[in-house]
């Protein structure tokens, strides 16, 4: 295998060139360079999501649940019910709804299942955007979110692998995924989860690169120290296992607390405060974040590494981030605590002597609230035609059908075909071979981890989406799921694709890797651009449509 160096992604004419008109590395003009790359792949991004986001102008599957609690929440300050019809002719709320009748809601108090910040954003969108009668205001802050994770995807992948090619590449693949273009064009709640947790593992990354900094600083103060002792150690992990090494006999400096993780923190609250999903999250990432200090303490060169890491980072930092991470969550409600009618407000006042009973009344009518939404979760098992088994996420194997019209008359792509039935769909559909890829990417790059760089901690980065977004519903095989749930782990398939991608770059002739790569870009190019229509409610013939259902279970 002939290697190249890792620091270039090319021949050394090719970083000639380059050289001539970019920023040398490091500098504050090549900061601002990769900067001004990833806005614009965001900006790219952006118009994949923003155009046309008003069609189809209608309540679009679960809008019909949290466009409609964003709005009352925004009049009344809580979620209140809607009748399912009106009027002699019975016609559908959610058809009045989108034609702008939006105030049919009814006094009481509605039942919701779901913690509010996710509907709190799709309200700023109609507060500021043209209000409930448009369909572009109430999936505004959907499209913002889903693009402004493609800025955030590209610092991340600069920040791992340090290579601006890589990043740019992290977030292109972003920026053409159906299931990241479907959910960005509609008003759920998922796409606020992946934010809030793409950029708490940010915000996690950067503390981890500069706690090492702070870390080396030390090392090299207290390895000067005249009481300085040095003990050899067995390595036990790497390249050099069964090698010993020295290292100081010193616990090193306090790195637990940074206001990089007191953000984290507060996000993964925020997370939580969308959908409980997010304490998947914030464990999970906790934990990663804690391991990458201890072992940092172990690459600088301190003994014990991991019994201090424990003792000096675990516990410091869970006394700050769980109490930060639980008053985010328990803020998030402060709506339903300020407004007297709100669901189950006055439960305890009204059953005395029942549930938590040593706690103060509107405590106690809390908790009793998400007693009920933990049976809610925990038992909710009823057919649906579109429901996916959690481990078949990764893979689409069977994606839900969001919209789905009959039109009259040719318009759109319609036009291709005057004869055929005019269709409009939206499928919430990741790039199948991006996922597929993605999955192979993320059982490769573990295998390279192990078994070829004998370690490596970015592939705990690349498996913490993984571990927090998709393994846990493991434990739920038996609950009514569906496929586009796996949106808050698209940005870490991305990143497996772009770990063996640098891989390769690190290890493969520079002409290979560029044609591999730039190979596999087009590729997946082509495949996005074919299905973008039924990613965006365009009109299409049903022959085109069908052309799409690569398997039955698309159907």
Known sequence: MRLRNK????????????????????????????WALSILMAVFGGILRFARLGSPH?????????VKDAWTMLMTGEPRNWPKSVGINNTPIDTLFAHGDTQGWLQSAEYVVHPPIGKWMIAIGLKFFGGAGDAFAWRFSTAFVGTLAILVLCRVALRMFHNLPIALIAGFLLS?????????????????????????FACLLIHKDKAYERLTAAYAQDSQRRSARFMPVLIRFGKNRGKTRLTLDARGPWIAFSWWRVGAAILLGLATGTKWSGIYFFAVFSVISVLWDAWNRREVGYRNWFS?????????????????????????????FLHSDSYLHNWAADNPGQGVTWLPEGLRSFVEYHREMWDFHTTLDTPHSYMANPLTWPLQIRPTSFYWENVNGSPGLCALSPSSQCVVAVTSLGNPLLWWLGSLCVLVGIVIA???KKGDWRILAVA?????????????LHRTTFTFYSIVILPWIVLAICYVANWLRENVAAVNYRVSIGAVLVVLSIVSLFFYPIWTAMPVPYEFWLAHMWLPSWI
């Open 58 to 66: 209608a309540i679009v599957f679960d809008e019909t649940y949290y």
């Open 176 to 200: 053409i995924d159906g299931l990241g273009i479907v959910m960005s064009r509609t008003a759920l709640l998922d796409n606020f989860i992946m934010i809030f947790v793409l950029m708490a």
């Open 450 to 452: 192990c078994f070829i």
């Open 7 to 34: 620091n270039t992604w090319g021949h050394a004419s090719t970083v000639r060139k380059l050289s001539s008109f970019m920023p040398a590395a490091g500098s504050r003009a090549y900061a601002a360079y990769t």
């Open 308 to 336: 201090h890491g424990f003792l000096k980072d675990a516990l410091p930092t869970a006394g700050f981030m769980l109490p930060i991470w639980a008053g985010t969550y328990l803020a998030s409600w402060t709506g339903w």
């Open 464 to 476: 913490a989406g993984f571990i927090g977004g998709w393994l846990p519903w493991a434990q739920y």
